[in-house]
């Protein structure tokens, strides 16, 4: 027994023309329709059956059918009701009266006449079925006339015209005017067909009585409300043995992790009480549960809408903050799977659950709102509850002068990360209490509201604070955040009190600038970078700025220019006794000298010594004889620069030349150190990274760590407060660093998170982990 579809597919109307020899002749009036099927004409394949059944179809097959206005049929004359399936195939059904002999198709110009003449199957009827209804399973008969001549009984099976199928070898009796065989399993109700069962069959429905296929039904459909997971339900009725699956339709496909559309019952069937038993799933959902046969009909037998949880209450509901457990009751709270906190994605399990009441741990970030309970239904069930949030709040001083500490006092104001000054400034909070907080007011914060920040991203207006400005020259336009500083550009802000400028400093030095109105131009050093202190000096006072400034990769200075002709070893000590300060020169840098022979083509020679007797410089030659190009290039290494730093710097002389100019240039780090020197990798004791390290950082830094080459070994990152935010795995190959990318939820964590150091107060990074010894970290944006 096997399932089919009784429709006709490109291969079956192949195997029609293999096995239905056909011969026939064209004619036609002389117009320009051409029946070469080649040539996209009308013409003809192959037709059948042959022989067929008076009453049923017969089949053209061939190109430009859809052209056929009549066909010709001995005995029934011409028949114009034709049914185009497509430009290929055409179809008609055979008339009672119809006799066997050629067929005629005619079309507009023409005609195609078959060789091969039609015959005809003797007069096949079916005449009843019974018993009607019938279960699947037991015995029906079908009587008729020459039904010995059919070879397979079809049962409708779906709604697409498929069938369930039952072979001549496989009926309970086959004679001419009887065939009765069991009905399947999957059979559905609907139009019973004969079929001849040959490669492209004969096939007879029976129309004047559909079948009808007993399904199960219960005695009644029962009303589930308020129903439970674990609930035990029976449904009684009959011919429940029918049943193959029960599901529950119209389940809850968008709640995540439970079960989709359909979800399955597990149950039990007790023939003697005529009845079907099963207990609810955790999963379950208001719906409808259905029973499902094996043809997959699908019977009411119940529906369902799961209980909710009533009378919720949470308590404390109010002046929450992380940490604190929660008591929500109400009944039927064992229903609840699990509950979310307002901005906190992820949904947090109950420590304790019972029909009555559960017990939860509100997570640090949670806000103010709704706490939502998930039910093992996949519904939801509200619960409001609001957060501790800073109170009573007070300034001190009031007026607050701008640059200054300002103290405030209050309640709940550890809960604040930072305060937001009228003006959009955000200024961290320096190590809040419950009771007190300082922070230092902008120099560009205006009087207004002032704002806090809470750690769980809430934000509470505190009072108006007036705000006194500052009397020195102080900056209050930043270059933009999509703005590059770069070393050795000009860096340009706007400034107040302009007229009380005195002088500019960069790192602790002097620098040139600008002052055009209320815009100030500074002229950053080629040794600017990450963290670099920009001071605005203002008589005997002064404010610094840090600014993160793009260093340099290349830096080229030329420390002096001129003409010196040390022909007979004369000397040049304008780079000697403090003239130039060799302590800014990293080691590794080169020094060129520039030198023109006093005669083309003869020998001349340059030599170094250093200002404290002319004595020679360590670490290079005597003397370079004829450099190539006119130009000595020297690598200063740190033995050069000591011992230029330690006697007075450098005194150059020689014979047979001039010197016109000495350069010193070198490369510059991209990556800034945060760290150097032997840490064996270890659970403890730990390497703590103070935040100031990171100062010049930014999301998306790329943190190096250099290791001695090792494999197989690990680093665990972690803020103040041990809450692990990296693990840098382990790793197969052998290699001497990794990276890691710092995020801004990770610079936040460092910089913010307190915690302690030998029971000092602490903030920053601590590194832990094992299996090799880490030399230096550095980051690099």
């Not at 963290?531 to 420390?559: C, M, R, W």
């Amino acid at each position: 027994m096997k399932k089919y579809s009784n429709k006709f597919t490109a291969v079956l109307m192949m195997c029609l023309m293999m096995v239905t020899a056909v011969a026939f002749t064209s004619c036609d009036d002389g117009t320009d329709i051409d029946t070469n099927q080649f040539k996209g004409g009308v013409h003809l394949n192959a037709f059948g059956p042959s022989p067929v059944l008076r009453g049923g179809e017969l089949r053209f097959i061939g190109s430009g059918l859809d052209r056929i206005n009549s066909i010709t049929l001995p005995g029934a004359g011409e028949i114009t009701d034709i049914q185009v399936v497509s430009p290929g195939e055409i179809r008609i059904v055979v008339p009672q009266n119809a006799e066997p002999g050629l067929v005629v198709l005619n079309y507009a110009g023409g005609k195609i006449t078959t060789l091969t003449e039609l015959t005809f199957l003797e007069p096949i009827e079916i005449t009843g079925i019974a018993p009607n209804p019938v279960k699947p399973g037991h015995e029906i008969t079908i009587t008729g006339e020459y039904l010995n001549l059919m070879k397979e009984v079809c049962f409708p099976f779906d709604e697409m015209g498929d069938s369930v199928n039952v072979y001549a070898e496989d009926f309970v009796e086959h004679t001419r005017t009887t065939i009765k065989v069991v009905v399947p399993a999957e059979a559905r109700g609907g139009v019973l067909k004969l079929s001849t069962a040959e490669e492209v069959p004969n096939v007879m429905p029976f129309e004047d009585e559909e079948l009808v296929v007993v399904l199960p039904a219960p005695e009644t459909v029962l009303d589930l409300t308020d129903a439970k997971p674990g609930q035990e339900v029976a449904v009684k009725g009959t011919d429940l043995d029918l049943v193959t699956k029960m599901q529950i339709d119209d389940f809850a496909p968008e709640a995540e992790g439970r079960a989709g559309d359909a979800a399955d019952i597990e149950f039990a069937y007790d023939a003697e009480k005529s009845a079907i038993t099963f207990v609810l799933p955790d999963n379950s959902h208001d719906g409808v549960i259905v029973f499902v046969t094996a043809s997959a009909v699908k019977v009411a037998c119940a529906n369902i809408g799961m209980v909710m949880p009533t009378d919720v209450k949470a308590a404390p509901a109010d002046g929450l903050r992380g940490g604190d457990e929660i008591t929500v009751t109400g009944v039927n709270m064992d229903q609840v799977t699990d509950v979310v906190f307002p901005n906190v994605d992820k949904a947090v399990v109950p420590s304790s659950l019972s029909a009555t009441e559960l017990k939860v741990a509100m997570p640090a970030a949670a806000q103010s709102g709704d706490l939502v309970l998930n039910l093992k239904s996949g519904k939801t069930v509200a619960v409001p509850i609001a957060t501790a949030k800073p109170e009573n709040i007070a300034y001190n001083p009031a007026p607050a002068p701008a640059g200054d500490e300002l103290t405030v006092t209050g309640r709940n104001l550890d809960l604040v990360k930072t305060v937001i000054f009228t003006g959009g400034v955000e200024v961290g909070a320096d190590k809040p209490s419950a009771t007190e907080l300082k922070v230092t007011v902008p120099l560009t914060a205006a009087s207004g509201v002032v704002k806090f920040v809470m750690t769980n991203g809430e934000t509470v207006e505190g009072p108006e604070l007036t705000v006194e400005l500052p009397s020195i020259a102080y900056i209050v336009e930043m270059p933009g955040e999509d703005v590059e500083i770069k070393a050795g550009d000009i860096l340009k802000v706007g400034i107040a009190n302009e007229s009380l400028l005195t002088g500019v400093k960069v790192n602790g030095d002097d620098v040139q600038y600008i002052l055009n109105g209320t815009f100030l131009y500074i002229n950053l050093p080629a040794t600017a970078g990450p963290g670099t202190t920009v001071t605005l000096v203002s008589g005997d006072q002064s404010l610094d700025y840090k600014f993160d400034i793009i260093p340099a990769t290349h830096v080229e200075n030329v420390i002096w220019t001129g003409a010196v002709d040390i022909t007979g070893w004369g000397g040049m000590q304008d780079l000697a006794w403090g003239a130039y300060d060799w302590s800014q020169v990293p080691a590794g840098a080169k020094m060129t000298i520039y030198a023109t022979p006093v005669t083309d083509g003869e020998w001349w020679c340059l030599s170094l010594r250093v200002g404290d007797g002319w004595n020679a410089l360590a670490g290079v030659p005597g003397q370079y004889d004829s450099p190539a190009d006119g130009m000595l290039v020297v690598e200063l290494t740190q033995e050069i620069l000591d011992d230029l730093i330690a006697r007075q710097g450098l005194v150059i002389t020689g014979d047979q030349c001039i010197i016109s100019k000495v350069v010193v240039e070198w490369e510059n780090p991209t990556e800034t150190t945060v760290w150097e020197g032997t840490y064996e990798l270890a659970w403890g004791p730990h390497l703590y990274i103070s935040k100031e390290n990171f100062d010049g950082a930014k999301a998306g830094a790329t943190l190096t760590f250099y290791v001695e080459s090792a494999s197989g070994f690990q680093i665990q990152l972690n803020p103040a407060d041990w809450n692990s935010f990296a693990t840098v795995a382990e790793w197969n190959e052998t290699v001497d660093k990794v990276t890691y990318t710092l995020t801004a939820d990770d610079l936040d964590k460092l910089r913010t998170i307190e915690g302690s150091k030998d029971e000092s107060p602490f903030t920053g990074m601590i590194i832990q982990g094992s299996g090799t010894t880490l030399k230096k970290i550095t980051y690099e944006n």
